[in-house]
């Protein structure tokens, strides 16, 4: 039998953060049927934006991957939120990672694995993997590192 996105948090010692406010007139997710469309999150802790500046000038790959996976975190803080529990994600269908990029940096899927790879740790291989796009940005709001969105189907 599959161990659920709960038990398997708890397994791995992972602890999933109070959802971050809203920075304007949106909300975190919306549902329409089986799907949930998550709003861009960012590396919100403990009560301010971390991880600020471009990738390839002020952050590395590795710090990088730590914003990802902080965002992820995030993400998952609303998802659960408005699901009630994680283990009603039945598949993680596609997220959009947005880099905060220098101009020459070209490393932005190395940088959304800190996100992908800790969903499929969360979810396993068949729910946890996921089309996805990992783009450059000139810049993002508040000067944050990573910014993710995504579309999951949930029951």
Do not use: C
């Not at 068949?126 to 590192?145: D, F, Q, W």
């Amino acid at each position: 039998m599959e161990t659920s996105p709960e038990a398997r948090l708890h397994d791995l010692g992972i602890q999933i953060p109070e959802p971050a406010p809203t920075a304007a007139n949106y909300i975190g997710a919306v549902r329409v049927g089986e799907l949930l469309f998550v709003s861009g999150h960012g590396p919100y802790q403990n009560g301010e934006y971390v991880y600020l500046g471009k990738l390839g000038r002020d952050l590395n790959v590795a710090a990088g991957q730590a914003s990802a996976r902080l965002v992820m975190l995030n993400f998952l803080a609303t998802v659960r939120e408005v699901l009630g529990s994680l283990d009603r994600v039945e598949r993680i269908v596609k997220l959009l990672v947005m880099v905060n990029s220098h101009p020459d940096f070209g490393d932005q899927p190395l940088v959304a694995n800190g996100a992908s790879d800790l969903l499929v740790q969360i979810f396993g291989e068949e729910r946890g993997k996921h089309a996805r796009s990992a783009v450059g940005m000139a810049a993002l709001p508040m000067e944050i590192s990573v910014e993710i969105e995504g579309i999951l189907r949930v029951s």
